[in-house]
């Protein structure tokens, strides 16, 4: 099963809006990428129903992971035109790729409740 | 200005981590139907920095908008594996389009906070 994970700074205190247009961002912008390097996986994910899993991460430096660079991950800097200062790091996209191997690198996070 | 909305049941009451993950897979879906559609102007909404807008309705009846058929638009149902019944609408993605047109549209409706 292919899977999206989205990580969340949790130390941002984004209220709910926030936290989900800074999700989106990060969701479309990782297919995107995604979709040029991997076609084939991406349109698997899509046929599956298209997995995402919204996760908090602390604060910056554990947005900050050791990923290997054959999975697609693109970050999110906010603009800066409501919540936050211009330029935060607020969101961390990774995937479509496959479960299992994504778990061993965002298996520890807590879900997004 | 081009921009995305996204409408989501009040009534639900999703849990923050839900709410984002619908309305990812609404800005996401309504994406890749707007590309296949219209081609220039989602890669403009892109290059403009995609923004999207996360908007309450409060019941199911609200969400099937009058909306005129050359704005894309599609709807999420959940898979029911978690909060909800399978086959619950939850969202509704509508855009790519211009701010101006769009707002005719979903004006009188309240962002989430």
Known sequence: MLKQVILIRKDLELSKGKLAAQACHASLKTYRKSKKKNPKETNDWIDQGG?????WVK???????????????????????????????????????EEEELDKYTGDLETVK
Chains 1, 2 share one sequence.
């Open 51 to 55: 997995k995402k899993i919204i996760l």
């Open 59 to 97: 604060k910056k430096k554990k947005i900050e992971r050791e990923i290997p660079k054959k999975i697609p991950k693109t970050s999110i800097k906010d603009a800066g035109y409501t919540e936050l200062e211009p330029g935060t790091l607020t969101a961390l996209g990774i995937g479509p790729w």
